[in-house]
């Protein structure tokens, strides 16, 4: 039997002119647009996106608010000598409607909302939606932060414990028996009687618990199911070392799960800083939380000043709702028994 | 079955361990001591400083605290509150475990009950109105700002409609007058001493009723009259006994705390459930049901749900730290004297020992919840029951 020649002739190979990074760069933005179809086809994680992008709206706009407020000069005979601008009134932490109200009686605080305090005014006379957009931008830097170090940790451990197995995926599983076992909120008051908690610190505390929790047992198994495929053992014979496997096999592989987390991360992270806040454990200037906090600790209840517990708790609950159904939304993806096809 | 729950206890109790050092270094790790709070009194000589340091033992290496520290916990000897001073810790946690104990139990047995109820439902009916109302409900209350949901209820059913008391485990004014040696502590512990004495009734009940020569509706009888003959017997020994308008009181207290906390929780167990249906419903031994002609209650209940329910009974260790978290504020909001209130108060007041005494408490709750958990699904989980068989 004669063997014919076994190159393929020039019709059938194809050669690549095309550079490498092109071609990287197609196959990610064909990866995106097949992703954003499924995403899209569940309107919950839209609706999810559209508030967030209404959150930093809020947050965006208040600097270029206080910057147009400090431009309106009062005349000093309108604001009883104290306010020179209207930043002064609307400032959201050191702010002061001294403004006369009807009959020339100065604005009792909390004062209901009205056009000039679209949200009312919360007991030292602070406006209360200047205090919410600017809270925004807080609980924004707040939340991703302590969600990415929480996901990046627990991705990485995930991706390690599940590559090395034995000794070192035995000690991080346990550690994060022990994680899961912790109570979470009486765990951070217990916290804020040793020492005094702020943003800063919360979200350490936060990422450290979410990373080495429950997050990376789910990561764990994911990137399990990835270690056993064939091109793992391809790269293994390639020469690829244990580090090069890792960040450039198995974690890009148990992203898509690391994004879910991290909403999820986002909304944990601020309900409990808002819990704390309204708790009254928590050092910041302001928060969601701490408006409720104010009102609370001042004595109004629901009945006296509604807007001061509504409107912050409202937020609170689309902030986070917001996340989740992103969170949510990207189920589909995460999760391919979901999927109609 | 026996070696499962060995192994488990075994695994709980070097948790609780860890947890309990976890507590200590915790305390260690942060800045200060308790002679630090003196450091600005010009009172207080270098001589007093250190008696008082060697009192409280802070002269000693770190591990002889340690070890004196794990002893004091596991001997209950938990030291004296600053905030309270002469009462000793555990006095104070004594009194107030049982009230979180009942407030946590019966919350969490409606909302499991109810959003199992429910989910098993609205998964069967899925895609129809009832489904998609009641998820986006569900939804709504389990992402919902705690704290305001337990404000707007206190407001709704406290204030508007004046149903129930704002806030409190009694009603000061009943009590005042009530004969000598008579305290809430004690008519409380015969409350839960009734409930337990229900518990165990029903219980043997339904091992009366599971007797395979039992008909079907006899069984039914006897699991469903046989609680309610306990309920009447009980409801009518405490009329009698005179002491049954201060347990009244105790209960009309509990019912608004014990409601907004199953509200929050009954979400994440229906969503669960139904989830984990929609996934039982497409197994094959339940089409075979269907082609069997059984009748379609029968099928949702009796094959479907039983599989269905253990990744929600799964679900219940993972949730309770939220549950938790909520019976704090729910502690807090309708001042409820109970564990969470007191840790919270004592992180105010930066009462250290009582702090942490709350806390290992805590601790101690969580875990000996899990290892019930444990238990409920070895039960439950035929792979685990049969094999050790």
Not at chain 1, 235 to 262: Q, V
Not at chain 2, 214 to 223: D, V
Request: with cysteine; proline share 5%.
């Amino acid at each position: 039997m004669l063997v014919k020649n076994s190159i393929p002739s020039g019709s059938d190979a194809k050669i690549i002119s095309e550079s490498l990074w092109r071609i990287r760069l197609n196959l990610l933005q064909q990866a995106w647009k097949n992703n954003w179809q499924i995403f899209t086809e569940k309107k919950i994680g839209l609706v999810g996106l559209w508030i967030i992008g209404f959150f930093i709206l809020l947050a965006i706009s208040h600097p270029i608010l206080m910057a147009y407020w400090s431009s309106q000069e009062l005349p000093p005979e309108a604001m009883m000598g104290h306010n020179k601008s209207l930043a002064d009134v609307y400032d959201p932490i050191r702010g002061l409607d001294l403004r006369p109200g009807k009959d020339m009686m100065p604005l009792s605080h909390p004062a209901a909302p009205s056009w000039r305090h679209p949200f009312g005014t919360d007991p030292m006379g602070r406006d209360v939606l200047s205090q919410i957009m600017y809270s925004a931008r807080i609980e924004f830097l707040f939340g991703v932060f302590s969600a990415l170090l929480s996901v990046f940790l627990a991705t990485l451990v995930g991706a390690v414990s599940a590559y090395f197995g034995g000794k070192i995926d035995a000690f991080f599983m346990r550690l994060a028996d022990l994680v899961l076992t912790l109570p979470f909120l009486p765990f951070l008051i217990f916290l804020s009687s040793l020492l005094t908690l702020d943003l800063f610190k919360l979200g350490l505390v936060l990422g450290l618990l979410g990373g080495f929790g429950g997050r990376t047992i789910v990561l764990k198994s994911q990137a399990l199911s990835i270690k056993v495929r064939p091109y793992i053992e391809a790269a293994k014979i390639a020469g690829g070392s244990h580090w090069h496997i890792i960040f450039r096999h198995i974690i890009p592989n148990i992203l898509p799960l690391s994004f879910f987390y991290l909403m999820l991360g986002v909304t944990s992270a601020v309900m409990s800083e808002a819990t704390l806040s309204f708790l009254g454990l928590l050092q910041a200037p302001i928060s969601w939380g701490l408006i409720m906090n104010f009102a609370r600790s001042f004595g109004y209840s629901f009945y006296e000043a509604w807007w001061l517990y509504l409107i912050p708790g409202v937020t609170i609950t689309l902030f986070c709702g917001s996340f989740y159904l992103v969170g949510r939304g990207l189920d589909t993806l995460v999760n391919p028994k979901l999927r109609k096809r | 079955m026996g070696a499962f729950l060995l192994k488990r206890t075994l695994h709980i109790f070097l948790i609780l361990f860890l947890f309990v050092s976890l507590t200590y270094l915790l305390f260690q790790v942060t800045p200060g001591s308790v002679v630090d709070k003196f450091l600005g009194n010009p009172k207080m000589t270098p001589e007093i400083i250190a008696k008082i340091r060697a009192q409280f033992g802070l002269d000693d290496p770190w591990y002889v605290q340690y070890f004196r520290y794990l002893k004091n916990v596991f001997t209950g000897q938990l030291g004296i509150s600053y905030s309270q001073y002469p009462t000793p810790v555990w006095d104070i946690l004594k009194d107030r475990i049982p009230r979180t104990l009942v407030l946590f139990l019966s919350s969490r047995v409606i909302s499991f009950y109810l959003g199992f109820i429910l989910g098993k439902i609205i998964a069967w009916k899925r895609g129809s109105l009832i489904d998609t109302s009641t998820t986006a409900v569900g939804i709504t209350f389990w992402t919902m700002y705690y704290p305001l949901l337990a404000i707007v209820n206190i407001w709704l059913f406290g204030f508007l409609l004046g149903w129930f008391p704002i806030n409190g485990f009694t009603n000061p004014l009943l009590w005042l007058n009530a004969p000598e040696g008579l305290t809430v502590n004690l008519i409380f512990a015969y409350m839960i001493l009734t409930g337990f004495i229900f518990l165990i009734l029903w219980m043997i009940a339904w091992l009366i009723a599971k007797k395979p020569e039992l008909s079907g509706k006899t069984k039914k009888r006897i699991i469903y009259i046989s609680p309610l003959m306990v309920v009447i017997i009980a409801v009518l020994v405490w009329g009698f006994s005179g002491y049954g308008k201060y347990a009244w009181d105790i209960i009309y207290h509990m019912i608004l705390p014990i409601f907004t906390l199953a509200l929050i929780s009954f979400g994440g167990t229906m969503l669960l459930t139904r989830d984990s249906m929609m996934e039982t419903i497409q197994e094959d031994y339940v089409m075979a049901a269907r082609a069997k002609g059984l009748p379609p209650k029968l099928i949702r209940d009796k094959y479907a749900a039983r599989t269905a329910l253990l990744p929600v009974v799964t679900s219940l260790t993972l949730s309770l730290g939220f549950v938790l978290s909520g019976g704090v504020i729910t502690e807090s909001l309708f001042s409820w004297p109970g564990l969470g209130r007191t840790l919270l108060d004592a992180a105010l007041m930066q009462d250290v020992p009582l702090a942490i005494g709350a806390f290992a408490f805590t601790g101690v709750f969580v875990l000996i919840a899990h290892l019930v958990v444990d238990i409920l699904y070895a039960v439950l989980d035929p792979r685990i029951s049969i094999e050790t068989i």
